[in-house]
Structures are given as structure tokens and as C-alpha cells.
């Protein structure tokens, strides 16, 4: 089967765009992620890093990433009210003589928040 080109007459026509959307999400506030972990710390036996996330509609990735190698999800710790508290321990024999411990939580929503600290190797 063969499929004829439009002719010009298909392009002249008249374009109205969309201007009104519906959304079906039900947001529950902009996602937030605190590092309860100090920025500049030096480390000399195996540490937990720990992060505090509020608001988003549902966590589904908590992802922790050492010198941008992913090392894994970190497990919860405790939910109280909007807040949950978040932990990965990271083994002292993994780290360099510096560090970067970046954290990226995404929401079922598809918010995305990152942050990091400089961790040092005693």
C-alpha cells in the first residue's frame, strides 16, 4: 500500500492550540531534602549517612551515589509527621582521601532533588 504525500492544502489549514489542560496529580507539597550529616566531615570508621525528606507524593528512588558510583538505596529510619528520616552506612574502606556523597530522591511524581557533601578519609 502506498501512502500519497499531503498535498499544500492539508498544510494551509487554520492551527488552534491547546490552552486548557487538566492535571490529575495530587501534589503534597514541594519536595524537600535535608543531609542531616555535617558538609566537611572526616570520617575514620564506617559512617551512616543520614537525610531528612518532606513533602513529594511518594519516594520512589533515595538513591546514594560515592565519587559518582551508585552504592544503593538508603533504607528508612523513622517517619514522623511530614518527615522521614533516611540511612545507608557507608564502609570506611570504600571512601578515598576525599569524598563526594551525593543523594537523589525522586517522588511518584517525577520531582527529582539532589545534594551533596565532601566527606575525607582519616
Known amino acids: 500500500m502506498y501512502n500519497k504525500p499531503m498535498g499544500p492544502e492539508a498544510y494551509l489549514g487554520s492551527y488552534t492550540p491547546v490552552t486548557?489542560?487538566?492535571t490529575t496529580t495530587l501534589s503534597m507539597?514541594?519536595?524537600?531534602l535535608i543531609i542531616l550529616n555535617s558538609k566537611n566531615e572526616t570520617w575514620s570508621t564506617d559512617t551512616q549517612v543520614r537525610i531528612s525528606v518532606s513533602g513529594g507524593t511518594g519516594l520512589i528512588r533515595k538513591s546514594l551515589y560515592l565519587n559518582n558510583q551508585y552504592l544503593g538505596e538508603m533504607n528508612t529510619i523513622s517517619?514522623?509527621?511530614d518527615?522521614?528520616?533516611?540511612g545507608f552506612m557507608v564502609p570506611l574502606a570504600s571512601l578515598l582521601p576525599q569524598n563526594e556523597i551525593r543523594i537523589h530522591v525522586q517522588d511518584n511524581s517525577l520531582d527529582i532533588v539532589e545534594d551533596a557533601i565532601t566527606v575525607y578519609k582519616q
Request: proline share 0%; aromatic share 8%; charged share 15%.
Open 20 to 22: 486548557n489542560t487538566t
Open 29 to 32: 507539597g514541594e519536595l524537600k
Open 83 to 86: 518527615n522521614t528520616t533516611y
Open 79 to 81: 517517619t514522623g509527621g
